[in-house]
């Protein structure tokens, strides 16, 4: 395939500049790469090209832009990719090729690159990890598609990702079929650094006054449970040495450092598909994943979901045996 770009940098067209698109955008622009921006938000563009990309104020605009064959980055939501490559589509030629860099499922990407190829267009799925550090850190990216559009792209993917952090994994569909269960793994990460944590935060449970009664469990050995623990030095600590030292803790540190009671969140935790989608993979796959599936069920819990369920628990313990709430 044809490089368009001058040693080694491209042109490329960014859409959707949220918190990642619009730092990816900078990040190829410091590495010297031509970036035009569009977003629905036409702030969002206007902003970028205060940092030299150029701003499109149209869908029209924004492809006029671009030479072919094209490139462009897609940065939305999944459930808007389909709508966003209709608006594109129209204004594309054959060899022009799209990315979406958002955390679709995979089959759509199968599905996609299927329909696109039809019409002489590329389609590459690549999965981004990164958040709002990957301006400086950069992204990992995990990447499906076609050999020869992929090795294409590679200076963006090179520029885009630290060293070693950017893999062609196979054909559409398997950049974000690894992204999936990246982020299925992270729920669980997440899920296991929560729940060690809370039993370190109730370590000092038997320093308090427990209710004796038929309906409460008793605490055997108070004596036992008297600690009261700093959970942001103990967290810093496993940083340093510790085999359950990552970047993730090092943001749980920083978390509880500036906010040790965690007084700013509410505690509701959104899952955007992919634990899911992960685990649907595994059932199909008939592999186990009992650490995984606990962590999206327990995401479903924060946000009030198991509240019926614990409702019907109460009233059938009162049914058969007269037990009542304690307030």
Same mark, same amino acid.
């Given at each position: 395939?044809? *490089?368009?770009?001058?040693?080694?940098?491209?042109?490329?067209? &960014?859409?959707?500049?949220?918190?990642?698109?619009?730092?990816?955008?900078?990040?190829?622009?410091?590495?010297?790469?031509?970036?035009?921006? /569009?977003?629905?938000?036409?702030?969002?563009?206007?902003?970028?090209?205060?940092?030299?990309?150029?701003?499109?104020?149209?869908?029209?605009?924004?492809?006029?832009?671009?030479?072919?064959?094209?490139?462009?980055?897609?940065?939305?939501?999944?459930?808007? #990719?389909?709508?966003?490559?209709?608006?594109?589509?129209?204004?594309?030629?054959?060899?022009? &090729?799209?990315?979406?860099?958002?955390?679709?499922?995979?089959?759509?990407?199968?599905?996609?690159?299927?329909?696109? %190829? $039809?019409?002489?267009?590329?389609?590459?799925?690549?999965?981004?990890?990164?958040?709002?550090?990957?301006?400086?850190?950069?992204?990992?990216?995990?990447?499906?598609?076609?050999?020869?559009?992929?090795?294409?792209?590679?200076?963006?993917?090179?520029?885009?990702?630290?060293?070693?952090?950017?893999?062609?994994?196979?054909?559409?569909?398997?950049?974000?079929?690894?992204?999936?269960?990246?982020?299925?793994?992270?729920?669980?990460?997440?899920?296991?650094?929560?729940?060690?944590?809370?039993?370190?935060?109730?370590?000092?449970?038997?320093?308090?006054?427990?209710?004796?009664?038929?309906?409460?469990?008793?605490?055997?050995?108070?004596?036992?449970?008297?600690?009261?623990?700093?959970?942001?030095?103990?967290?810093? #600590?496993?940083?340093?040495?510790?085999?359950?030292?990552?970047?993730?803790?090092?943001?749980?540190? %920083?978390?509880?450092?500036?906010?040790?009671?965690?007084?700013? /969140?509410?505690? %509701? #935790?959104?899952?955007? $598909?992919?634990? %899911?989608?992960?685990?649907?993979?595994?059932?199909?796959?008939?592999?186990?994943?009992?650490?995984?599936?606990?962590?999206?069920?327990?995401?479903?819990?924060?946000?009030? *979901?198991?509240?019926?369920?614990? *409702?019907?628990?109460?009233?059938?313990?009162?049914?058969?045996?007269?037990?009542?709430?304690?307030?």
């Amino acid at each position: 395939m044809r *490089q368009r770009a001058y040693h080694g940098l491209m042109q490329i067209g &960014m859409v959707g500049l949220g918190r990642m698109g619009a730092n990816m955008t900078r990040r190829l622009i410091r590495g010297g790469h031509a970036c035009v921006a /569009f977003d629905v938000n036409p702030g969002a563009a206007a902003d970028l090209a205060k940092d030299g990309a150029s701003a499109a104020t149209s869908v029209e605009d924004f492809v006029a832009k671009l030479a072919a064959p094209r490139a462009i980055w897609l940065m939305v939501p999944a459930a808007v #990719v389909d709508d966003t490559i209709a608006a594109l589509i129209v204004h594309l030629q054959p060899g022009d &090729m799209l990315i979406d860099g958002g955390n679709s499922h995979y089959v759509d990407d199968i599905r996609r690159a299927e329909a696109l %190829r $039809g019409k002489g267009i590329h389609y590459v799925d690549a999965g981004t990890s990164g958040g709002v550090w990957g301006l400086d850190r950069g992204y990992c990216l995990m990447v499906g598609g076609e050999t020869p559009v992929v090795r294409h792209l590679e200076p963006i993917f090179r520029t885009l990702a630290p060293p070693d952090g950017y893999l062609h994994c196979g054909p559409s569909g398997a950049g974000h079929f690894v992204k999936m269960v990246h982020n299925g793994i992270e729920y669980g990460l997440m899920a296991a650094y929560a729940e060690g944590l809370n039993i370190l935060h109730h370590a000092n449970v038997g320093a308090g006054e427990h209710v004796k009664d038929a309906e409460t469990t008793p605490l055997r050995h108070p004596e036992h449970y008297r600690y009261d623990f700093d959970l942001g030095a103990i967290a810093e #600590v496993w940083r340093h040495g510790s085999v359950i030292s990552s970047w993730l803790l090092d943001l749980t540190a %920083r978390a509880l450092a500036d906010d040790p009671k965690l007084e700013k /969140f509410g505690g %509701r #935790v959104a899952d955007s $598909g992919e634990g %899911r989608w992960t685990l649907s993979a595994a059932i199909d796959e008939g592999v186990p994943a009992h650490v995984l599936s606990a962590a999206l069920y327990e995401r479903f819990s924060s946000r009030g *979901q198991s509240a019926f369920a614990d *409702q019907l628990l109460s009233a059938m313990r009162f049914q058969f045996g007269g037990h009542t709430e304690k307030p």
